[in-house]
């Protein structure tokens, strides 16, 4: 066996692996968008300016 040949299975774990990654990582940037806004609301209910609330998003990316 040589030691830099890869056997096939390694390679179609490796593209299943990260398209897993992928999903999880576009999950949990939806979940954070999500909760962003809902804080974004919340802070405009209570009465927080369009200023404070541009103030506010840049802090938190």
């Given at each position: ?28 940037a939806?979940?954070?968008?999500e ?25 938190t990316?």
């Open positions: 066996m040589d030691l830099y040949s890869v056997p096939i299975c390694a390679g179609r774990n490796l593209i299943r692996n990260k398209v897993y990654s992928f999903v999880n990582i576009s999950g949990l939806s979940f954070m968008a909760a962003r806004t809902k804080e974004i609301g919340v802070r405009n209910v209570l009465g927080a300016s369009v200023l404070n609330l541009w103030a506010y998003s840049p802090k990316l």
